[in-house]
């Protein structure tokens, strides 16, 4: 079955560093891949997606992603990390052969110190 | 264009009653997803509408059902209220990419519903 998961609950970084909040998944087929993001109150909003092409894929205020196909991970990532990226971050999967659904990962908290 | 949209956006109900939510998907989206989000379950999924049927079912008791009219507004429906279903109840929508597969999901701010 198809599945995915985020290893850290929260993640603390200070401003101005990098920031990487994991993702690995696990699907039958090809997958696609997405991060989410949700402020306090809000509905998620979509920062990226991995379909098929270029490994690394970017999206949304600066960030990024790195689909590794070996390591079945999709880690997002950002260069310099701002007190305003202090969110809940969701990784998901869609297997697009199979039923079609999305999963969410549990989310990860991720903190920007200042 | 204008967003996802969920009506209401705060609802308090008490144990054994129903509730319908509502969500409008941005103008030309056909497929709409409803999600459960918990602290402690996290996001789970519940169905997803396509052009009026419903394409896939999370796994959730018969007391949740939806639908999709032909505008493409869904609705959701809960009867018979438990305390378990205080949650943020979120709406997606999407389109479909050139190969028919369904696309980036765009989510309205949800429902948050309290049972008591």
């Known amino acids: 079955a198809q599945s995915v998961a985020q290893p850290e609950d929260q993640v603390n970084v200070a401003e101005g560093n990098p920031l990487t909040v994991k993702c690995t998944y696990s699907?039958?087929?090809?997958?696609?891949l997405f991060w989410y993001v949700q402020y306090p109150n809000r509905g998620l909003q979509f920062l990226l997606k991995y379909i098929t092409g270029d490994n690394l894929v970017k999206g949304s205020y600066g960030f990024e992603a790195e689909f590794n196909k070996s390591q079945t991970s999709f880690h997002l990532k950002k260069p310099s990390a701002l007190v305003s990226d202090s969110a809940l971050y969701f990784c998901?999967?869609?297997?697009?052969?199979?039923?079609?659904?999305?999963?969410f990962g549990k989310g990860t908290r991720l903190h920007i110190l200042p | 264009k204008a967003g996802v949209t969920q009506t209401p956006r705060y609802l308090i109900k008490t144990r054994g009653q129903q509730v319908t939510l509502s969500c409008s998907p941005i103008?030309?989206?056909?497929?709409v997803s409803w999600y459960q989000q918990t602290p402690g379950q996290g996001l789970q999924f519940l169905f997803e509408?396509?052009?009026?049927?419903?394409?896939n079912k999370g796994n959730f008791p018969g007391r949740f059902s939806g639908r999709q009219f032909s505008n493409s507004r869904s609705e959701m429906n809960v009867s018979t209220l438990e305390l378990g279903d205080s949650a943020l109840y979120l709406c997606?929508?999407?389109?479909?990419?050139?190969?028919?597969?369904?696309?980036?999901?765009?989510f309205g701010p949800g429902t948050r519903l309290t049972v008591l």
């Open positions: 997606a929508s999407s389109s479909q990419t050139s190969g028919g597969a369904i696309d980036t999901q765009y």
């Open positions: 998901a999967v869609r297997d697009v052969r199979r039923d079609d659904k999305i999963i």
């Open positions: 699907v039958s087929g090809n997958p696609y």
């Open positions: 509408y396509f052009s009026e049927t419903q394409r």
């Open positions: 103008s030309g989206h056909r497929s």
